[in-house]
């Protein structure tokens, strides 16, 4: 296991690395639970939407792990039916 800041590397396009690292942008919480029922999911449910459309308007791909999990629920869903 290594703990690195990612802003300590040298990356042509900063220290975001997009080269490297793969960033779920517009993507839902992990810990949206936690939040449930109280006042603090409004703000969650308001930043996933202002980075879902940050993600869009600069024209980045999904995470591939977001793929993924969208393609499992719209088979789950399927097979519902």
Do not use: T
């Not at 703000?43 to 024209?59: P, Q, T």
Request: proline share 1%; charged share 35%.
């Amino acid at each position: 296991m290594v703990d690195l800041a990612i802003g300590l590397l040298r990356s042509s396009n900063g220290s975001r690395a997009e080269e490297l690292v793969s960033w779920d942008f517009g993507g839902k919480a992990a810990w949206r639970e936690d939040v449930a029922g109280g006042w603090r999911e409004g703000f969650i449910e308001s930043v996933e939407a202002v980075a879902e459309r940050w993600r869009i308007e600069r024209g980045l791909p999904k995470n591939f792990r977001r793929v993924q999990k969208e393609e499992a629920a719209a088979a789950a869903a399927a097979a519902k039916e």
